[in-house]
């Protein structure tokens, strides 16, 4: 009895030993990342920049040493990982990349494929898959990595939370993390990303990266999401603009929330909030040609009126600007589409999955010319806004005002 | 374990009483080796022979004693002194008409009737002695429990008399079918042990079992209920408590209604009930007093707080050294910023701080109420804002203990969250060396030792496992009164009484 309750002790104290705590790290060992930027560097190497959150700068309620809120490591090696690990010769702490809220590739890295870099940071096992991803616009990923913000201690959250926010209420800009990327490569798609840029407002640049650059109303440098940029496969090949990538997002069914404004023939000016949004893509082969249709239905509300002339009193009225809306909704589309079919030739909308899915033999014959066949797709639009709300004034009052 | 010696003592006091009072009278003192409280009165009963009346100094009430026993054998004649009548009968009929009285032959019983706190009359030439219940002390009054309290319900609570404690039973149950027994257990406390059933609705077997267990058990001493507890549990190598007390008669009330069975010891105002199932130690009284909405959703509370308290600081090592990732990003930034001049592992710093909340709990049961103040003051600094501040722990950590703490005091039971905080020191252990697969290996091996522990024969996790569909009613929930129409069916009776509301609600 002795013996057995002996041996079982024994055991349970090795098997400590053997499962103990190899992987522990306690959070004071760990660097943080928030944001890994990534560059090419010279005789194919990487240039990987990690910004990585000082806790004691950022957390409420610690007396702040007046220092930065995060410090950025760079570090040019062969690979990615090799990189992050030789960090450790600047950092105290090794790079954690369980938190990263923010992949920046630079538009050099991003010309040239990003396939690869992609896939290093879904191997990696801590990291969650839900960072978003974006391309430094014209520039490198160390430099937007570098740039402080106000508002958000953290660039990176920063960048995070105005992807989140400006792709809900703003719609030019899109948000993609990085599992919805790889889904996109591994189905042959051609993804977009959002640009980002470091934006200078002051002509002192090299405050930039300081803290005294939020110690003004307008930091001397901001970090703006700026377009869509067009891959052909992994490659980046160019940008959409501000109406292309909103008609993108129209067509992707991404709109939560947008503003458009509709010119009228008469010199009035109307600014119309959209909601609800919701599109519906259906793919379809008719005779032997690859026909796309496009529903969008929305809800509108008034929101502004710049002009005298235009009546609300009356349901045709009020038609008549939906047709409106309906025309400028349908020309956003037919930009991006025009630019992915011309311009670019890459199928920024996954409209070739669309007709894999509604006629599986069709695709088949299509698949291998289907680069050709792309910007020959006939793509009708429908477009239907209501006008619910006029906002809390029926007629516009400067219509009242005495001249 | 029986004294040495004992034994010959325990043999010599078999002896019979002899007809001399002095003989008996020198024997008793003997027995008691000349002890001051031992009071004895030497007096000419009814004024023909001699007599000794024998009691224990404060274990009898001296003014009856004096009032009415002892001044009607002085003073009264006998009425005929016809001498053919048997003394000690006629003392008993004729003259102590108001007390309980009673006769016994041998030294033994002799002394268990004085130390029961009877007087005791020895009479010259009489081979038999006669007792008189005259027992009366010093004892507290019954007064609102000081555990198991409530917001709404009865508030009275058991006493340390056994009598008051069964009174107040059967004041709740008004039925010929409330039976009770006793037996003395100790072999030097010689405590009395009675046990309360509802005959018809407690298991037959369970009565049998118990009545077994209650005669194996061997003791020299039976102070309190918890050395039968542990004398007649089920299993012995368990955190768990497998026999349930209270010290609110409603509570006994009620699970002698649900067939179970009620054991009340001498001296002690907590009563066991068994066969308990763990369900029962997440229940408290208000839940049935209040409404049945409030009840169900308070129990869910309970059990979140019985997992809080259990799993609380092993998370936290757990998460903030294994699976940082699990984190919301700016939570982790948080947590590593207080972390930032700690100077130890999650582990022991989780480590330190439960002991220090361990300490303050025992001393604070432990400490003189005048001063208990003071460690309260000295308590919340130690474990609160100066820790922090000093940088030994961090904030995080205080909000984990402290969340610990109340939520073990949630579970209404304290055998219960005893048992919650021995695990959850062996949890810390297991998340500190495997993380979360440790917690989940730690968490199976507690239901697989629940689910094969045994309350007097009944399932411990019973209505869960084995699964019984009709008593889920009153487990995590508590269904209105109205749907409550069957007694728990984990034991087996003939009958199958109908709840009194359910019956009166079908009449009309």
Sequence with gaps: ?403 | MPIKGEDERMKQSNDNLTGSIIDNIAKIVQELGNSDDLIIKKFRCLQTCSAALIFIDGLVDSQLLHNSILESLLVKEPADSSPHQDLTEYLQQNILVAAHTGTFTTIKDLFSRLFAGNAILLIENESKGLWIDAAGWEQRSVTEPQSHSVVRGPMEGFTENIRTNTAMIRRRIRDPRLWIESKEIGTVTHTTVSFMYIKGLADEGVVEELRTRLDRINMDSVLEGGYIEEEIQDAIKTPFPTVYNSERPDTIAAGLLEGRIAIIVNGTPFVLLIPALFVQFFQSPDDYFERSLIGTLVRLLRYMAFFLALLAPSLYIAFTTFHQELLPTSLIISIAAQREAVPFPAFIEALLMELTYEILREASIRIPKTIGQAVSIVGTLVIGQAAVQAGAVSAAMVIVVSITAISSYVIPENGMSIAVRILRFLLMFLAASFGLLGIWLGLMAILIHLTTLKSFGVPYMSPFGPYIAPDIKDSIFRFPWTKMTTRPAYHATEEQLEHRNARRQRRS
């Excluded at chain 1, 992807?163 to 030019?172: C, D, G, R």
């Excluded at chain 1, 509300?301 to 009193?313: P, V």
């Design chain 1, 1 to 403: 009895m002795t013996s057995k309750i002996f041996l079982t002790a024994i055991s349970i104290l090795l098997m400590f030993t053997l499962g103990g705590c190899w992987d522990r790290k306690e959070l004071n060992e760990l660097g943080i990342a928030v944001a890994i930027g990534v560059d090419t560097a010279p005789k194919n190497q990487f240039k990987v920049t990690a910004q990585v959150v000082v806790p004691s700068e950022v957390a409420a309620g610690q007396s702040s040493k007046g220092g930065t809120s995060v410090t950025v490591y760079e570090e040019v090696a062969p690979t990615m990982m090799e990189a992050i690990q030789k960090m450790t010769e600047i950092s105290p702490r090794k790079v954690y990349l369980g938190h990263i809220r923010m992949f920046v590739i630079g538009e050099a890295l991003a010309r040239k494929g990003i396939a690869s870099v992609v896939e290093t940071l879904v191997r990696e096992p801590t990291v969650r898959a839900d960072f978003y991803v974006a391309v430094a616009k014209e520039g490198a990923a160390s430099d937007i990595l570098q740039v402080t913000t106000p508002l958000e201690p953290i660039p990176a959250n920063k960048m995070y939370a105005s992807l989140t926010v400006s792709s809900e209420a703003w719609a030019p800009t899109t948000k993609v993390t990085v599992d919805e990327l790889m889904k996109t490569l591994m189905n042959s798609g051609c993804p977009v990303l959002p640009g980002i840029q470091a934006v200078e407002n002051k002509s002192d640049s090299d405050k930039g990266n300081s803290k005294d650059n939020i110690a003004s109303t307008i930091p001397v440098m901001d970090l703006k999401f700026n377009g869509l940029g067009v891959f052909k496969k992994d490659r980046l090949i160019g940008w959409l603009n501000e109406n292309e990538s909103k008609g993108y997002n129209y067509i992707q069914n991404q709109i939560k929330e947008s503003m458009e404004h509709v010119d009228t023939d008469k010199g009035v000016r109307i600014g119309i909030r959209t909601f609800d949004s919701k599109t519906d893509v259906k793919g379809s082969v008719v005779r032997g040609n690859p026909v796309i249709r496009i529903h969008v239905k929305s809800r509108g509300a008034i929101e502004e009126i710049h002009g005298k002339s235009q009546a609300l009193d009356s349901t045709q009225s009020l038609h008549w600007l939906e047709q409106q809306d309906n025309k400028h909704v349908t020309e956003l589309m037919q930009m991006a589409v025009h630019s992915a079919q011309h311009t670019y030739k890459a199928d920024i909308f996954g409209f070739g999955e669309l007709i894999h899915e509604s006629d599986p033999k069709a695709w088949k014959k299509l698949k291998p010319n289907w680069d050709q066949t792309f910007p020959e797709v006939k793509v009708y639009y429908l477009t239907q806004v209501k006008l619910r709300k006029v906002g809390m004034l029926l007629d516009t009052f400067q219509q009242k005002m005495k001249e």
